[in-house]
């Protein structure tokens, strides 16, 4: 599938997690929490040492969801995007949206192996939601 057909389906639902959420509002983490929230999207931080981010109740790991998720943008370390990858496979999320520089060698066909469907590489979320510093 092309980029754009997998962004339209990454974009057609309504329950997003941001993994790396941040409580820094100048973190691209917390950006693209704001972003859903902007474009009225329901979504889930995920950050195992906040409470909270931007006033949303934080989940520590996806085991942890009580809800289905539509897709799961990860803003993390690359280190760390492995395992956020893995536990998203294990979680039944589909969706991945690993935004730039959260990427690791071996990545996508990592997520292809686990039949995750995955935007990576360079489309931003922030960009095409029309992310506004201002709101």
Same mark, same amino acid.
């Given at each position: 599938?092309?980029?754009?057909?997998? *962004?339209?389906?990454?974009?057609?639902?309504?329950?997003? &997690? $941001?993994?790396?959420? @941040? !409580?820094?509002? @100048?973190?691209?983490?917390?950006? $693209?929490?704001?972003?859903?929230?902007?474009?009225?999207?329901?979504?889930?931080?995920?950050?195992?040492?906040? @409470?909270? $981010?931007?006033? /949303?109740?934080? *989940?520590?790991?996806? %085991?942890? /969801?009580?809800?289905?998720?539509? +897709?799961? %943008?990860?803003? !993390?370390?690359?280190?760390? !995007?492995?395992? &956020?990858?893995?536990a998203a496979a294990r979680q039944g999320?589909?969706?991945?949206? $690993?935004?730039?520089?959260?990427?690791?060698?071996?990545?996508?066909?990592?997520?292809?192996?686990?039949? /995750? @469907?995955? *935007? %990576?590489?360079?489309?931003c979320l922030l960009v095409v939601l +029309?992310? %506004?510093?201002?709101?």
């Amino acid at each position: 599938m092309e980029e754009r057909a997998l *962004i339209e389906d990454f974009l057609s639902g309504e329950v997003y &997690v $941001v993994a790396g959420a @941040s !409580t820094d509002r @100048s973190k691209y983490g917390n950006k $693209v929490l704001r972003c859903y929230q902007q474009a009225g999207r329901r979504v889930i931080p995920l950050n195992p040492r906040a @409470s909270e $981010v931007e006033g /949303l109740p934080c *989940i520590a790991e996806l %085991s942890e /969801l009580e809800i289905e998720v539509h +897709g799961l %943008s990860i803003i !993390t370390p690359p280190g760390v !995007t492995e395992g &956020v990858i893995e536990a998203a496979a294990r979680q039944g999320i589909e969706r991945v949206w $690993v935004q730039p520089g959260a990427e690791y060698q071996g990545m996508e066909e990592r997520c292809a192996e686990l039949g /995750l @469907s995955c *935007i %990576s590489g360079g489309a931003c979320l922030l960009v095409v939601l +029309g992310f %506004s510093e201002k709101l």
